[in-house]
């Protein structure tokens, strides 16, 4: 752990000597956040399909087999997969329909499904996969849906694929972030954004996020994430909402207008659920209208 926790303070010294000199008054810096990318749902010869934007594979062994309601004995493997459109409840979905396929070719039953804990009605695009991954020698390379999931507009995701599977070792990464006007968020939207805000980019990791050794994500967070904007300015967050209810969403409240085209996350700050920090990266920023429910 002194490890991490010297990788943590590294980052944190690194982002603010990169942020310090361009911050302005209003919370904005001149600093250039790169290149992004994002996932979106597309058209395939005129049928809708649904995609797999991640699958990672999160704890070895870390998941207590009844948590959600999994009625597993023992400790297990946990996977979190997101899509591109959200599922509909209730919660726990049959594990039947995914298959995780190894290096090897083999092939891994999932012993419970479930869109818990990100399951509020914005959500529900993270479906948390259970069973027995983790192989030293043959390490899980993909996921397939292989049954009918049924997504809220009604496509069936059957047939979806992913053939990368993020390792064990690897820290969080925002794997989608959402642009909403604070008028319209989905019901169940959060109401934990100040008055004042404008704007609500909400996104969502690959796997559950806190503050590094499992602290809450605090100030350092805000600070440390910026927002690139069309206009070329960059901004931090006024406040940070939904990051405290142990999954892979974060709200960051934005109290100035403007079209968000990329957000950026510090070195160091965000730690999954494994113990591993999430390195620097930027995702581009997708207006929620432009994205199927």
Same mark, same amino acid.
């Given at each position: 752990?002194?490890?991490?926790?010297?990788?943590?303070?590294? +980052?944190?010294?690194?982002?603010?000597?990169?942020?310090?000199? !361009?911050?302005?008054?209003?919370?904005?810096?001149?600093?250039?956040? &790169?290149?992004?990318?994002? +996932?979106?749902?597309?058209?395939?010869?005129?049928?809708?399909?649904? =995609?797999?934007?991640?699958?990672?594979?999160?704890?070895? !062994?870390?998941?207590?087999?009844?948590?959600? &309601?999994?009625?597993?004995?023992?400790?297990?493997?946990?996977?979190?997969?997101?899509?591109?459109?959200?599922?509909?409840?209730?919660?726990?979905?049959?594990?039947?329909?995914?298959?995780? =396929?190894?290096?090897?070719?083999?092939?891994?039953?999932?012993?419970?499904?479930?869109?818990?804990?990100?399951?509020?009605?914005?959500?529900?695009?993270?479906?948390?996969?259970?069973?027995?991954?983790?192989?030293?020698?043959?390490?899980?390379?993909?996921?397939?849906?292989?049954?009918?999931?049924?997504?809220?507009?009604?496509?069936?995701?059957?047939?979806?694929?992913?053939?990368?599977?993020?390792?064990?070792?690897?820290?969080?990464?925002?794997?989608?972030?959402? =642009?909403?006007?604070?008028?319209?968020?989905?019901?169940?939207?959060?109401?934990?954004?100040?008055?004042?805000?404008?704007?609500?980019?909400?996104?969502?990791?690959? +796997? +559950?996020?806190?503050?590094?050794?499992?602290?809450?994500?605090?100030?350092?967070?805000?600070?440390?994430?910026?927002?690139?904007?069309?206009?070329?300015?960059?901004?931090?967050?006024?406040?940070?909402?939904?990051?405290?209810?142990?999954?892979?969403?974060?709200?960051?409240?934005?109290?100035?207008?403007?079209?968000?085209?990329?957000?950026?996350?510090?070195?160091?700050?965000?730690?999954?659920?494994?113990?591993?920090?999430?390195?620097?990266?930027?995702?581009?920023?997708?207006?929620? =209208?432009?994205?199927?429910?």
């Amino acid at each position: 752990m002194a490890l991490k926790n010297s990788t943590f303070v590294m +980052g944190i010294m690194t982002w603010a000597l990169l942020t310090a000199c !361009n911050l302005t008054s209003d919370g904005t810096t001149a600093q250039d956040t &790169g290149r992004a990318e994002g +996932g979106r749902t597309t058209l395939d010869g005129g049928t809708e399909r649904v =995609h797999l934007l991640s699958a990672f594979f999160g704890l070895d !062994n870390g998941v207590p087999g009844l948590l959600f &309601g999994c009625e597993l004995f023992g400790l297990q493997d946990g996977m979190p997969i997101v899509l591109d459109r959200r599922i509909p409840l209730p919660s726990l979905l049959d594990p039947s329909v995914f298959v995780v =396929h190894h290096a090897s070719g083999a092939e891994s039953p999932v012993r419970c499904a479930t869109l818990a804990p990100a399951d509020e009605a914005e959500e529900r695009r993270t479906i948390l996969l259970v069973g027995e991954f983790a192989s030293d020698d043959d390490p899980p390379v993909g996921v397939t849906i292989v049954g009918t999931l049924l997504t809220d507009d009604g496509v069936d995701a059957k047939g979806t694929r992913i053939e990368t599977v993020v390792p064990l070792a690897a820290g969080p990464s925002i794997v989608l972030a959402e =642009h909403y006007l604070v008028s319209e968020l989905p019901t169940g939207g959060t109401d934990e954004c100040p008055a004042n805000t404008d704007h609500i980019i909400k996104t969502t990791w690959e +796997g +559950g996020v806190s503050g590094p050794a499992g602290s809450d994500i605090d100030e350092s967070h805000r600070l440390g994430t910026t927002v690139k904007y069309a206009s070329g300015e960059v901004r931090v967050a006024t406040l940070l909402a939904d990051a405290f209810d142990n999954d892979n969403h974060v709200e960051f409240c934005m109290s100035a207008p403007g079209e968000p085209v990329a957000i950026t996350a510090g070195s160091g700050l965000y730690e999954d659920p494994n113990g591993d920090l999430n390195v620097l990266h930027t995702q581009v920023v997708t207006d929620a =209208h432009e994205l199927t429910p």
